[in-house]
Nanobody
Framework: QVQLVESGGGLVQAGGSLRLSCAASGRTFGANAVAWFRQAPGKEREFVSG????????SYADSVKGRFTISRVNAKNMVYLQMNSLKFEDTAVYYC????????????????WGQGTQVTVSS
């Protein structure tokens, strides 16, 4: 009952910034935890950041801590990922996911996914 659409990806130089957006539809969005994952070619989908239903709890992968910030505005059905100081190794397709069952850092815990948005960082 949750549909997610990512946007905001693109091509940036190392050291630059992007803000990804996840637009949600569905009655239960405001009550769900939401996370960002990313997947590079040939690699497993990996956890980037997550946020609880009320924004009171956030989590970040060590590789992005201090550079990325997750936020949500439930009244707008939106979740954001502000990405600063981008590195070449951040290049991946970024996905938002909602309503985890179990460990929210594990991709298999999520039933609802967006289509992904490409982030490419040039070195």
């Amino acid at each position: 009952q949750v549909q997610l659409v990512e946007s905001g990806g693109g091509l940036v130089q190392a050291g630059g910034s992007l803000r990804l957006s996840c637009a949600a539809s569905g009655r239960t969005f405001g009550a769900n935890a939401v996370a960002w994952f990313r997947q590079a070619p040939g690699k497993e989908r990996e956890f980037v950041s997550g946020i609880s239903w009320n924004g009171g709890t956030t989590s970040y992968a060590d590789s992005v801590k201090g550079r990325f910030t997750i936020s949500r505005v439930n009244a707008k059905n939106m979740v954001y990922l502000q990405m600063n100081s981008l590195k070449f190794e951040d290049t991946a397709v970024y996905y938002c996911a909602a309503a985890p069952r179990g460990d929210w850092t594990t991709a298999s815990a999520y039933n609802y996914w967006g289509q992904g948005t490409q982030v490419t960082v040039s070195s």
